[in-house]
């Protein structure tokens, strides 16, 4: 049965990092897409970064030279890199397996990210 398991997520300062970790499990991760979407209370979700099977990145606007997401096969895990956080990247963020955009067939169970001072 497919699970993914994200980590890493907490409460940052302005200006801070944190490295989200999204485990596979359950399935053959190396073949599928993997993103991260997040949402904001009282705001829709948001995609955030994707990368394909083949290692090919991109990132939305908002966090574009912020945020680096990337892969590790033999490890069945996404990481999603975040520096000069903002109070505006304060969201649950979700890790995503298998599809595009704000379309996943598979989604994890999300982290807090916190940014405050």
């Known amino acids: 049965q497919l699970q993914l398991v994200e980590s890493g997520g907490g409460l940052v300062q302005p200006g801070g990092s944190l490295r989200l970790s999204c485990a596979a499990s359950?399935?053959?991760?190396?073949?599928?897409?993997m993103g991260w979407l997040r949402q904001a209370p009282g705001k829709q979700r948001e995609w955030v970064a994707r990368?394909?099977?083949?290692?090919?990145?991109k990132s939305a606007d908002s966090v574009q030279g912020r945020f680096t997401i990337s892969r590790d096969n033999a490890k069945n895990t996404v990481y999603l890199q975040m520096n000069s956080l903002k109070p505006e990247d304060t969201a649950v963020y979700y890790c995503?397996?298998?599809?595009?955009?704000?379309?996943?067939?598979?989604w994890g169970q999300g982290t807090q990210v916190t940014v405050s001072s």
């Open positions: 995503t397996m298998g599809g595009s955009g704000t379309t996943w067939t598979y």
């Open positions: 359950g399935i053959m991760f190396r073949f599928f897409a």
């Open positions: 990368i394909t099977s083949g290692g090919t990145t």
